[in-house]
């Protein structure tokens, strides 16, 4: 199995340093950026697993550069932020972020929120899997659209996989656990509200183009449940 590679971006070089050696000591490849600028260039050169990405640079925001990166190569994006509140969290896993980090951390921490990652797959789903059409709602796998009303919904890599998952398994519910390893396809080590924010963003985006809410439907107590009527 080749060693892992992962792309450091933090304008404060005492923590990118700290992650540099700390992470390179754990035998990943490591580069590191100070800003946007030579964060593209080392992420076409090094093409990494993995992108640890503060949210505050010099010549941009972490949430574009994020979103960026991941319409590139679809990469695993691990944000860092001195910020703690909900619509921060929010706005960078709207871009695609699949973690985020407040600051300050520790190390052992950070470790095994890579390493949670770095075990995580994307769900590749083949070109010949079935479309799932569900009254005005279209999920095709094969090409990963979402579209209402003949409407695309632009979903990220999560929320897309969040939601095929749930309309595949109608009206069974699930925990948010069950969710994470489902979804996540590891034992994420994070808060499980994490679900709840991807779920609030898929309403959202779908009820956009519709007077109806959503049929993911919250089982107070327990989870999640894409209702399906009979």
Partial sequence: MSTAKILVVDDDPAVR???????????????SAEDGKNALTLFDQLNPDLVILDVNLPDTTGYSLCQEMQDRTGVFVMMLTNR?????????????ADDYLTKPFSLVELGARVA???????????????????????????????????????????????????ASH?????????????????DY???????????GQIRRKIEAFSKEPSQI?????????????S
């Fill in 17 to 31: 340093n700290l992650i540099h050696r700390f992470l390179s000591k754990q035998e990943y490849t490591v580069e």
């Fill in 84 to 96: 703690s509140d909900e619509e921060d969290i929010v706005q960078g896993f709207q871009r695609g």
């Fill in 116 to 166: 949670a990652v770095l075990k995580r797959q994307r769900i590749v789903t083949p070109a010949t899997a079935k479309c799932i059409t569900i009254g005005s709602l279209s999920i095709d796998p094969g090409s990963r659209e979402v579209s209402f009303n003949d409407q695309p919904i632009a979903l990220t890599a999560l929320e897309f996989d969040l939601l095929h998952f749930l």
């Fill in 170 to 186: 109608p009206n069974r519910v699930w925990r948010r656990s069950e969710l994470l390893q489902e979804v996540w396809d590891y």
């Fill in 189 to 199: 080590v994070g808060e499980p509200r994490v679900v709840d924010v991807h779920i």
């Fill in 217 to 229: 439907q919250t089982v107070r107590g327990v989870g999640y449940k894409f209702e399906v009527p």
